[in-house]
């Protein structure tokens, strides 16, 4: 438990440092460059995460998942490394032939094609990180993985900053840099894979196993991709760019509560599906409980919180129109991340029994909702319609994926302190309601009064502290 405990602390702490990346480039990019080219940015880099998926054919999770049931690991990757690259070539062209096309389609400007030019290229370059990723996933050495990819966010944003402040590039310009900063990064990331497994000749063994879970892996990926990434496409779609870059700058404030939930999802993954291949069906019980408080607990009062001061942090990161227009979306897309780390946590689970088609059928399902949400209220509601569609659809995945896992273990949730998370939150809500400090007394007073009325409530326990304690000294 205390090397779990260990690898979530670690990759907590590396997936903060991620985060930043997405909030200091709002400033970054809107302040110099403005809305509608970070808008552009981010919407490329949203049509190149959705194609690079594709491309992977759930591989990235085929290689966890199989490369302790083969005695080729090395032949396994290399196999489906040339496979996937090969793939990904190939879309990459595609996309570069079609560059105008998508430009319009997506930001309704023609100016923004060359963007996608540079976005072919990284899909390539996309596809060899996250295989690179997968590898040391399933050799479980997620605290080196983490390390290197905070390593990988800081090298991006330092060349962004260092193009547009020493050579005032433009928006081009940017996405050439991140894309050369990735390809830095795959070379440190192979330069480590090589020489810590070597190089193997690839090979037809075990790949059609592997694939046969990847495929329905990547189903749900895809699907996942297309939740978190089809409203903005859509909103670029009904309302150009600048929409896209008011609406992706509260997307990126809001992706901050996915530091609660992703490194229980890099860590539970392998975990759990060694604890399932060892019939040990009771401690995936307890991971799971406590992941699911732990979500709870952290996620409920940060909505809370951005209610109370996200406009102010939106227009400290960005511009007085941002903040404007884009506070109410910064609180519904909280509420949708959260949801979204729920997700996250059942499809592991389902993963990990060689059990991937329910996660793909139901976010499956959830994308085509949304997209058909997204299309209905956009043009009525704006970017705050899109911010709802995604939140109904996350939460509703949530909801069947938590009902459909319970025949195949049943994960009994603590329901008496959850209700005294929501109570505590409300009423810090409220209280800082009232008194209306400035944001950043808020920000400073609002965690200890939280704090101090879960423990005086019973939220959090003896037990809670002797597994923080175990946490750290894993």
């Known amino acids: 438990m205390s090397r779990v405990s260990s690898d979530v602390l670690v990759s907590t702490l590396m997936q903060a440092s991620l985060k930043v990346r997405g909030l200091i480039l709002i400033p970054l990019l809107t302040l110099t460059l403005g809305v509608a ?114 390593v990988d ?65 990547l189903g749900n990926k895809l699907s996942q991709k297309l939740l978190d990434r089809t409203d903005r496409i859509l909103v670029g779609y ?30 539970f993954f392998p975990e759990f599906s060694q604890r399932w291949a060892n019939d040990d069906h009771t401690t995936i019980q307890e991971y799971t409980a406590s992941g699911l408080r732990y979500l709870a607990v952290l996620g409920l009062p940060s909505i809370a919180g951005l209610a109370l001061i996200g406009p102010d942090v939106l227009e400290v990161l ?41 996660p793909a059928l139901i976010q499956g399902s959830a994308a085509i909702g949304n997209a058909l949400l997204n299309v209905v209220m956009i043009p009525v509601w704006g970017i705050e319609g899109a911010a709802i569609a995604s939140l109904l659809s996350f939460a509703c995945s949530a909801i069947v994926l938590g009902v459909l896992f319970q025949p195949t273990l049943r994960t009994p949730l603590p329901w008496n302190k959850f209700w005294v998370t929501v109570v505590t939150t409300f009423v810090m809500f409220v ?9 950043i007394a808020t920000l400073t007073l609002a965690p200890i009064v939280y704090t101090a009325m879960l423990f005086t409530l019973g939220g959090v326990d003896r037990s809670d502290l002797e597994t923080i304690v175990d946490t750290v000294q894993g």
């Open 153 to 217: 966010v800081y090298l991006s944003v330092g060349s962004i900053a260092f193009a547009i402040i020493v050579f005032d590039t433009g928006i081009s310009g940017v996405l050439v840099v991140t894309l050369l900063s990735r390809i830095v990064s795959n070379i440190l990331l192979y330069g480590i894979i090589v020489r810590s497994t070597g190089i193997a000749r690839p090979t037809g063994t075990d790949v059609i196993g592997c694939l046969r879970f990847s495929i329905g892996a």
């Open 238 to 267: 009904f309302l150009g760019a600048g929409a896209v870059g008011i609406y992706s700058a509260a997307y990126s404030v809001s992706y901050i509560l996915l530091l609660y939930s992703r490194p229980l999802s890099v860590t």
């Open 37 to 150: 080219e970070y808008g552009a940015y981010m919407q490329v880099l949203a049509v190149v995460s959705i194609l690079a998926n594709i491309c992977l054919l759930g591989s990235n999770y085929g290689i966890v998942n199989y490369a302790h049931n083969t005695e080729t690991p090395k032949r396994l990757f290399s196999s489906l490394f040339l496979l996937t690259t090969t793939l990904a070539v190939f879309v990459g062209a595609l996309v570069a032939v079609n560059a105008e096309l998508l430009a319009r389609l997506t930001l309704r400007a023609d100016r923004f094609a060359p963007l996608f030019l540079v976005g072919s290229a990284y899909i390539v370059v996309t596809v060899v990180f996250q295989l690179g990723r997968a590898h040391f996933q399933a050799n479980r050495r997620v605290k080196l993985f983490s390390t290197f990819e905070a």
């Open 318 to 358: 960005s511009t007085q129109d941002v903040a404007q227009l884009g506070g109410v979306v910064l609180v519904i897309l909280a509420g949708a991340m959260l949801s979204r780390g729920v997700v996250e946590i059942y499809t592991q689970l389902f993963y990990a029994t060689n059990n991937s088609r329910p």
């Open 431 to 439: 209280v800082f309601l009232v008194i209306d400090l400035s944001w």
